[in-house]
């Protein structure tokens, strides 16, 4: 299989970015038009880049041994928790709107939404269940692995904290984020109540990671609400790449 990485001006964001791409082997795509193509966004977390997943797992290796007609786009998105900060750059914008219309542009990968999927680790997992609750005519499966799903709370402790806290320059105050789109746990209520169809979600979390309660709730929440669910439990499993591994094993082979 192949590694690429794409270069290219963003006018979201006013400056170059990088993408990381992996394309299968051309031996193992099917006789079918580049169209037909899948396509997952595989996002990552905090302090990461797009050379977290290809250099901390072996998301090449299980790509290439699923024999998946499947393209993987992994963005340097730096610790912007994906989304349009108030005192900064629109960096969800980006990855929901500018970043797919370029990639299906370049690699002429499939726009149908039953082949298009995201997915991330942590703040990843944010982002991912993000742009599947917030795009649900785009993406048919969101998955998140340790994901900080519920950012209530961070945003609620940062705003009686020191003022130059980074969920400040992000999010803003508590109520400027509860009804944005920043908001998972809203979004989750409002795609059940307004999609034509619900995506397909996916959900992971050790029960040594302190985010398990949050994971465990939304999960049980998005069933309440008629989602296709299922959150996977891994037991004295923490916070680490080790588990991040076997996820997007999974995810690769089978999409969960």
Known sequence: MSLGTLYFYSEVLHS?????????????????????????????????????????????????????????????????????????????????????????????????REKTYVAGLSMGGYGAMKLALSHPEKYSFGASFSGAVDMAPAVARAAEGEPHNLFRFIFGSPEEFAGSVDNTRGLLEHCAKTAQQLPRLYLSCGTADALFPANKAFAERAKELGYSVKFHIEKEMGHSWRFWDLEVEKLLRTLL
Not at 58 to 73: F, K
């Open 16 to 112: 170059s970015q990088k993408v990381n791409i992996l394309l299968p082997e051309p031996r193992t795509i099917s006789p079918l038009p580049m169209e037909d193509m899948e396509v997952l966004y595989l996002l990552h977390g905090m302090q990461g880049s797009a050379h977290s997943w290809p250099s901390s797992t072996s998301a090449e290796r299980y790509l290439y041994e699923s024999g998946r007609n499947m393209a993987v786009i992994v963005p340097t998105m730096k610790s912007n928790f994906y989304t349009d900060q108030k005192i900064g750059d629109a960096y969800y914008t980006y990855v929901a709107e500018e970043l797919p219309r370029l990639v299906e542009s370049y690699l002429h990968v499939s726009p149908k």
